[in-house]
């Protein structure tokens, strides 16, 4: 069926504008972090202004930033990979013996809101003396993390076949070993978009790091508070740390698009 031309106009001017809606904060945001704070508030100048890189200079020469950055790498990849090596067997577990109930409860966990559990977790985690520590980070990062890796996997691992696991089976395999062989191999793209999000998700989060991290465990999101001050706001230097924030996450969806899609549309179809 062909589309008239008044619908392709519209179609192409709707995508324009949501390009826009997009992408303005971020233009927005780079723009500032190349500005002094006079510039930033010169509107009659937005785009005329000699381009700096003083604010990410002092944003990098800060002895304790590459520590944030650190700290928001190692706690975004530890949680997601111990949820990968947790999540992943329980998913096709799931999948594979049809357990509906514990699918539930995976599914009731990601509805719950993760703020909502702050209060019990610091003071649970206070009492235990973990409270500022790597480990409590990582905890409540995989509280979110879990439930996202399994409903993920979940739907990926229905859409795999089970014949290719039984004639594995067959020829001598047994069912771990066709696990790790045959289905493991095939879930390549459900597991880099659960681990891409959870890895995103984590870098990203901010409240749980601000209550249950200390000066030497604080990550990036948080670090960013260090520009607001009581009497004023470094924006210079709050844009140029938040550009910091934001690069990297954006070069890994931009590469990893493709097992994104992939990986979040396999489940949608059982083969």
Known sequence: MR??????????????????VMLMPIFWMVLSSLKNNVQIFDVANAFNFDPSL??????????DYVDYIWNSFFVAFMSTAI????????????????MRRSALVVLMARIIPGVSLLVP??????????VGGYSVLILSH?????PLIVYIMMGFFDGLPIDLEEAA???????????????????????????ILSFIF???????????????????????FDFIGYASIDWGGLMAASTVVTLPIMLIALF???????GLTAGAVKG
């Open 256 to 262: 990893a698009q493709r097992y994104v899609v992939s």
């Open 142 to 146: 995989m509280f979110v993390a879990l």
């Open 83 to 98: 949820s990968l090596v947790i999540g992943v067997p329980a998913a096709y577990s799931m999948s594979r013996f049809v």
């Open 202 to 224: 984590s870098w990203n989060n901010f409240m749980f790091a601000l209550v249950l991290s200390d000066a030497g465990t604080k990550t990036l999101p948080v670090a960013i």
């Open 3 to 20: 589309t008239s031309p008044g619908y392709r106009i519209f179609r192409i001017v709707a995508i324009a504008v949501l390009i826009v």
């Open 121 to 130: 977790w610091y003071y649970i985690f206070s009492n235990l003396r973990l």
């Open 54 to 63: 003083e604010n990410y200079r002092n944003v990098l020469a800060r002895s």
């Open 169 to 195: 089976q067959v020829d001598g395999l047994t069912p771990i070993g066709a696990f790790l062989k045959v289905t493991l191999p095939l879930s390549v793209p459900g597991l880099a978009t659960a681990a």
